[in-house]
C-alpha cells in the first residue's frame, strides 16, 4: 500500500479508514473486471462514504445481522452492489473474497443487484431507482413504531437509525418524491439520505435532462440538508455526526458531492463510467491508488483494523442484550408481542359473521374482520392511498400514525401508490409488524414493481384491492380492471385471492396468516354480494384454493368455475341443472399448490364440459376449461354505465350462463 496522505497520520483510525477506502475500489475493481459485467461508477465514487459508515459511522453486529437494533443500510442504488459486498465482507459478514469472486454468477452470494435473503447485510431488495429510497422510509416508520410500541421508561430496545445510499436516477424516479415527501411530513429524523451527487446518468451529464434545485426541493419537503466533499472522509463523519442524532423531527440528507468512476481517470466524472468501460485501465488504476498487482487483495492492517472494530461491535452488542433481557423479565406480554408468540388466525375460529342473511361487498367485509382482527393482533398495521373512505380498511379505535402519535396503526399515504407498495415492503423488511396497503384495483399497475419486488423477496405484505370488475359502472373503463387481475395472478409467489363472500374473505385472512414468506392481493368488491354460505367449511375450502360449492345430483356433465362476485352468478345459473357441479376457485396459486388427487376430486379430468365465469379477461382460465371448455369473461374494455348494463353487455348474466351450460352434450 501507499503511504497515507499527511493529514491523516495524526489519526490512525482515519488512516485506516483511508486505506479500506483504496482497498476497496481494489475489490469492486476485481468484482467487476473477473464477470466482466457490473457498474464501476457509483461503487468507486462512494468508497469514502462506505468506508465512514462501515468502519466508523454504522451500528450492527456481523454475526448477528438480523439484530432488530442495527441501524439499517439501504443501497437504492443498486446497481452500485459491489460496492455493497466490498464493505460487508470488510466489515467482517459471512461473505468471503471467494464470494466475491463470484459476483454476478449463477447462484452466488453475490447477484448484480442486491437481493434479500441472497446476502447477509442486504436489507432489502433494491433494482427500480428509487425503489430503496421508499423501503428505507418504511423501515422509518417501523422505526418509529417499534420505538413506541415496545420502549419502556426504563428500558429502551429500538432507537436504530436508517441510512439510504441513493443516486441522481434514484430521485429523479417518481416514487422517490413520493416517498419523501412523506417522510418530512411524518417527521422521520431517524432516516438520512445519502445523496450521491455525481451529475451524471447513463446517457451523459445529468444536466440534459435535470435543472432543480435538489436541495431546495428537499427542504420544502422538511429535510435537514448538509452538502460536503463525498470524497472527503472527515466532512461525511462530521455531517453525519452533527444531522443524524438530531431528534428534531425532520429526516436528514447529506447532499455528497462525488466523480463517478473516481480512481479510473479515464473514465472518472463521465458516463462511461457507468458501467464496464472502465475495466481495460483497471490495472494501471490500480497502481496509481497504491494497490499490488494481486486481485482481491486486503492488506492485514485493513483486517485488523475491522477486526478491532467488529470487537468493538460484539460488546455494543451484548451490552445490548443484558437490556433487552432486563427488559423481557419486566414485560413479559410485550415480549410476547415482539416474538409474534400468538397467532391471530386462532381467533378467526371465534369469528361469526353478523346478520348472515344481509348482503355486503367483500370490501365492507373485510373492513369488519379486521376490525375483529386489530383488536387481538397488536401487530396489524395499515394504510389506504387516500381511500380509506372507499377501501374501508381504516382501524376504528385506532389512531393515525403522525409526527405526534408514533403509536398509530393507520397510515395516510396520501396519493401515492407506488410510494405506498415499496413503504409497505420496506415495514415488512424486519418481520415486526403485519401491514397491509389499500387502494382501487386498477391503481396496482402503479403499485407493480413494488409488488413484484415483495414476490421477490418473500415478503408477507398485503394489498388490500377494491373495486374489482366492471361493477364499478359509472366510473368508466379507466376504472374498470379487465385486465388487472389476470396481471396479479401472472407474478411469481404472490397469492391472489378474490372472494365470494365473507366467509371466503375469513379464509383469505386465514390463509395470510399461514403463509409468512409470500405477499398476499385481495380483490375485493364494491357493490353488494349474498353471503353464500354459513356452515364454516368454506373458510377452509379457501386455503386449498378452490372446492365444490354445489354438488351434481347426477352423473357429472358439466362443471361452472367461478370467483369473487361471479360464484352468486354460477350458482343461480346452475340450479336448473342436476348434472352441474359448481366450484368456487378463489386462489389458483393456493389450487396449484394441491396434490393430484385434490385436483382430480374438484375438477375431475374426465369432465371435459367446463366453463369459466369471472369479471376479468379469460387468460388465466384456459389451464382450468380446456381447449373444448368456454369462458364467460369479459372481452374488451368496458364503458361508463350501470354495472346491470355492462354485466348484460359484456355476458355476465344468469341467462348466458344456462345458454353455455346447455350448450353442453
Known amino acids: 500500500m ?12 482515519l488512516g485506516a479508514l483511508r486505506e479500506a477506502e483504496i482497498v476497496s475500489k481494489g475489490l469492486v475493481c476485481d468484482q467487476i473486471s473477473r464477470a466482466q459485467s ?27 445481522p438480523r439484530w432488530i437494533n442495527r441501524d439499517r443500510f439501504v443501497l437504492s442504488c ?22 466475491l469472486k463470484k459476483f454476478r454468477q449463477a447462484r452466488s452470494k453475490t447477484p448484480g443487484h442486491p437481493e434479500f435473503g441472497v446476502t447477509e447485510g442486504v436489507e432489502c431488495t433494491t433494482g427500480p431507482l428509487g425503489q430503496g429510497v421508499a423501503n428505507a422510509v418504511g423501515f422509518a416508520i417501523g422505526g418509529k413504531k417499534s420505538e413506541a410500541l415496545f420502549n419502556t421508561n426504563a428500558h429502551k430496545i429500538f432507537d436504530y437509525r436508517v441510512a439510504c445510499l441513493c443516486g441522481d436516477g434514484c430521485l429523479q424516479e417518481g416514487i422517490a418524491a413520493e416517498a419523501c415527501s412523506l417522510a418530512g411530513h411524518l417527521g422521520l429524523d431517524n432516516l438520512t439520505l445519502i445523496y450521491d451527487r455525481n451529475s451524471v446518468t447513463i446517457d451523459g451529464r445529468l444536466a440534459r435532462s435535470q435543472s432543480e434545485d435538489v436541495e431546495k426541493r428537499f427542504a420544502a419537503y422538511g429535510f435537514e440538508i448538509e452538502t460536503i466533499d463525498g470524497t472527503n472522509l472527515k466532512q461525511i463523519i462530521a455531517a453525519y455526526g452533527k444531522l443524524v442524532p438530531s431528534k428534531n423531527g425532520r429526516p436528514k440528507m447529506l447532499i455528497a458531492d462525488t466523480i463517478i468512476g473516481d480512481g479510473i481517470d479515464e473514465v472518472a466524472g463521465t458516463n462511461r463510467a457507468h458501467g464496464e468501460a472502465g475495466i481495460k485501465f483497471i490495472r494501471s488504476a490500480k497502481a496509481k491508488l497504491g494497490l499490488p498487482n494481486i486481485d482481491f487483495f486486503v492488506p492485514h492492517g485493513v483486517k485488523e483494523f475491522f477486526e478491532n472494530q467488529l470487537r468493538k461491535k460484539v460488546s455494543e452488542y451484548n451490552f445490548w442484550c443484558h437490556t433487552f433481557d432486563a427488559w423481557s423479565e419486566k414485560n413479559p406480554e410485550l415480549h410476547k408481542i415482539l416474538l409474534k408468540e400468538h397467532d391471530p388466525a386462532v381467533e378467526l375460529g371465534n369469528f361469526k359473521c353478523e346478520n348472515p ?27 389506504s392511498a387516500d381511500l380509506f373512505s372507499s377501501t374501508k380498511n381504516y382501524l376504528e379505535g385506532c389512531t393515525d400514525f403522525s409526527a405526534n402519535d408514533r403509536n398509530g396503526r393507520n397510515i395516510e399515504f396520501g396519493v401515492r401508490e407506488h410510494a405506498m407498495g415499496a413503504i ?24 407493480r414493481a413494488a409488488i413484484r419486488l415483495a414476490a421477490m423477496a418473500n415478503l408477507h405484505t398485503l394489498y388490500l384491492f377494491t373495486h374489482d370488475s366492471i361493477a364499478v359502472g359509472q366510473d368508466g373503463p379507466t376504472h374498470q380492471p379487465v385486465e388487472t387481475l389476470a396481471s396479479l395472478r401472472c407474478m411469481p409467489n404472490l397469492y391472489v385471492i378474490r372472494p365470494a363472500d365473507y366467509e371466503e374473505l375469513a379464509g383469505a385472512w386465514l390463509a395470510y396468516y399461514a403463509n409468512k414468506n409470500s405477499p398476499f392481493a385481495f380483490i375485493l368488491s364494491r357493490q353488494d354480494l349474498p353471503i353464500l354460505h354459513k356452515n364454516g367449511t368454506e373458510r377452509r375450502g379457501v386455503l386449498r384454493g378452490a372446492y365444490v360449492v354445489r354438488w351434481e345430483k347426477s352423473k357429472l356433465r358439466c362443471i361452472a368455475i367461478a370467483t369473487g362476485s361471479e360464484v352468486a352468478l354460477a350458482l343461480e345459473g346452475a340450479k336448473i341443472f342436476d348434472d352441474v357441479r359448481v366450484v368456487s376457485m378463489p386462489c389458483m396459486e393456493l389450487f396449484d399448490e394441491q396434490e393430484d388427487d385434490f385436483k382430480e376430486l374438484i375438477l375431475p379430468g374426465a369432465c371435459k364440459n367446463r366453463v369459466a365465469i369471472e369479471a376479468g379477461v379469460a387468460m388465466p382460465w384456459y389451464k382450468y376449461v380446456g381447449i373444448g371448455g368456454k369462458c364467460m369473461c369479459v372481452h374488451g374494455f368496458g364503458f361508463s354505465g350501470s354495472a346491470d348494463d355492462l354485466c348484460v353487455a359484456k355476458g355476465l348474466t344468469v341467462n348466458n350462463l344456462v345458454e353455455q351450460l346447455s350448450s353442453f352434450a
Open 424 to 447: 409497505g415492503n420496506g415495514l415488512c423488511y424486519d418481520d415486526i409488524f403485519r401491514p397491509s396497503c389499500a387502494t382501487f384495483l386498477v391503481f396496482s399497475d402503479y403499485m
Open 2 to 13: 501507499s503511504s497515507c496522505p499527511e493529514e491523516w497520520k495524526y489519526d490512525r483510525d
Open 357 to 383: 342473511e344481509r348482503k355486503i361487498s367483500t370490501r365492507a367485509a373485510n373492513g369488519e374482520i379486521m376490525q375483529f382482527l386489530a383488536g387481538r393482533d397488536p401487530l396489524m398495521v395499515t394504510g
Open 78 to 99: 443498486g446497481h452500485a452492489s459491489a460496492f455493497l459486498y466490498a464493505w460487508l465482507h470488510l466489515a467482517g459478514y459471512n461473505l468471503a473474497l471467494e464470494d
Open 38 to 64: 457490473g457498474h464501476l461508477g457509483t461503487a468507486l465514487g462512494c468508497s469514502a462514504i462506505g468506508a465512514a459508515l462501515f468502519g466508523r459511522l454504522l451500528r450492527f453486529n456481523p454475526r448477528e
